[in-house]
């Protein structure tokens, strides 16, 4: 039994001794992914465009609205004219029938509004995952180029705090790979976003920023 204990110390120690010569020959940098993301020049493009999206869904939206508030209102006054007995039978009639197609209207329109709410939801969510990925997806390369240079066989991502507990600033390759990411920054980051930026799906799996 001690025998056996020995032999599993004696192996723990060798695997220990394997990491430690590993790590020596390795060169191991660190990055900021989250600064990355958020001082990207073209996070912000993809903001504003997404920004730009919501404000016209929502004066869509608003629009919709307002034309069911209106189709309310002469469904009121439809059904308030009906019931006036100041006037013919037939045309109280009339004016049900009106308020009957006025009523199957708004139906419509709310299940109209519902449907286009939804859409718009998922279509935002949808463009904003792809806009996210398409961002990581270049900051990851930017990342790779760097420790490719650098002779670097492994970057951690410091904004990980789970993943990292110490991380030494001279290996913090996060300034670097931003420098070359914002080299192509339009002068006026504020101008209009170039359509190119909405990309089809990325084929990688994103990593959270």
Not at 73 to 80: G, P
Not at 106 to 120: G, L, M, P, W, Y
């Given at each position: 039994?001690?025998?056996?204990?020995?032999?599993?110390?004696?192996?723990?120690?060798?695997?220990i001794?394997a990491?430690?010569?590993?790590?020596?020959?390795s060169?191991?940098?660190?990055?900021?992914?989250?600064?990355?993301?958020?001082?990207?020049?073209?996070?912000?493009?993809?903001e504003?465009?997404l920004?730009?999206?919501?404000?016209?869904?929502?004066?869509?939206?608003?629009?919709?609205?307002?034309?069911?508030?209106?189709?309310q209102?002469?469904?009121?006054?439809?059904?308030?004219q009906?019931n006036?007995?100041?006037?013919s039978?037939?045309a109280?009639?009339?004016?049900?029938?009106?308020?009957?197609?006025k009523?199957q209207?708004?139906?419509?329109?709310?299940?109209?509004?519902?449907?286009?709410?939804?859409?718009?939801e998922?279509s935002?969510?949808?463009?904003?995952?792809?806009m996210?990925?398409?961002?990581?997806?270049?900051?990851?390369?930017?990342?790779?180029d760097?420790?490719?240079?650098?002779?670097?066989?492994?970057?951690?991502?410091?904004?990980?705090?789970?993943?990292?507990?110490?991380?030494?600033?001279?290996?913090?390759?996060?300034?670097?790979?931003?420098?070359q990411?914002?080299?192509?920054a339009p002068?006026?980051?504020?101008?209009?976003?170039p359509?190119s930026?909405?990309?089809?799906?990325?084929?990688?799996?994103p990593?959270?920023?």
């Open positions: 039994m001690k025998f056996f204990r020995l032999l599993i110390v004696m192996s723990l120690m060798g695997l001794g990491a430690v010569s590993a790590s020596a020959q060169k191991i940098a660190s990055v900021d992914m989250r600064k990355l993301f958020n001082d990207y020049y073209k996070t912000k493009l993809a504003d465009l920004d730009k999206d919501k404000a016209d869904a929502r004066k869509n939206l608003k629009d919709m609205a307002d034309g069911i508030e209106k189709a209102a002469d469904y009121k006054q439809l059904i308030d009906a006036d007995q100041a006037i039978t037939d109280q009639e009339k004016l049900k029938q009106s308020a009957a197609d009523a209207q708004i139906n419509d329109s709310k299940t109209a509004f519902d449907k286009f709410q939804r859409e718009v998922a935002l969510s949808d463009k904003s995952q792809r996210t990925a398409n961002l990581i997806t270049e900051i990851q390369h930017a990342v790779g760097k420790a490719k240079l650098g002779g670097y066989s492994l970057v951690v991502n410091s904004a990980s705090s789970e993943a990292v507990v110490y991380v030494a600033s001279e290996t913090d390759i996060t300034a670097t790979v931003l420098s990411l914002n080299a192509g002068v006026d980051v504020s101008a209009p976003a359509a930026l909405d990309l089809a799906p990325s084929t990688n799996s990593a959270n920023p």
